[in-house]
Nanobody, 122 residues
Framework: RFEESGGGLVQPGESLKLSCRAFGSTWDGYWIAWFRRTSGNEREGVAYININDGRTHYGDSVKGRFTISKDNAENTVYLQMNSLKPEDTDVYYC?????????????????WGQGTQVTVSS
């Protein structure tokens, strides 16, 4: 299972760092992603990282502002969010998919955390 933390309330332009910790079996061979809720059950992929080789991919709306990283020893993936905007306000979810190839489709991710709320407001 995954457990997210680090959400909160910040002002526009400020930063926040989210953490996603994996508990249980190894996550060797996984892609770990951060999604955020858009509407209904749809979720927008924000950032992705391969646990084995560190390859990353970002959604267009966060490129240059967000950075995804990992600490394999701690089974933790981070999302550093800089220059936050009010439109970044959302619930952020950590998700995992065991695959050699990247997928940006939420339906292909098998494991999800409960989410952490990020609010950007003055």
């Amino acid at each position: 299972r995954f457990e997210e933390s680090g959400g909160g309330l910040v002002q526009p332009g400020e930063s926040l760092k989210l953490s996603c910790r994996a508990f249980g079996s190894t996550w060797d061979g996984y892609w770990i992603a951060w999604f955020r809720r858009t509407s209904g059950n749809e979720r927008e992929g924000v950032a992705y990282i391969n646990i084995n080789d560190g390859r990353t991919h970002y959604g267009d709306s966060v490129k240059g502002r967000f950075t995804i990283s990992k600490d394999n020893a701690e089974n933790t993936v981070y999302l550093q969010m800089n220059s936050l905007k009010p439109e970044d306000t959302d619930v952020y979810y950590c998700a995992g998919r065991r695959s050699r190839t990247l997928s940006i489709t939420q339906a292909l991710y098998d494991y999800w955390g409960q989410g952490t709320q990020v609010t950007v407001s003055s």
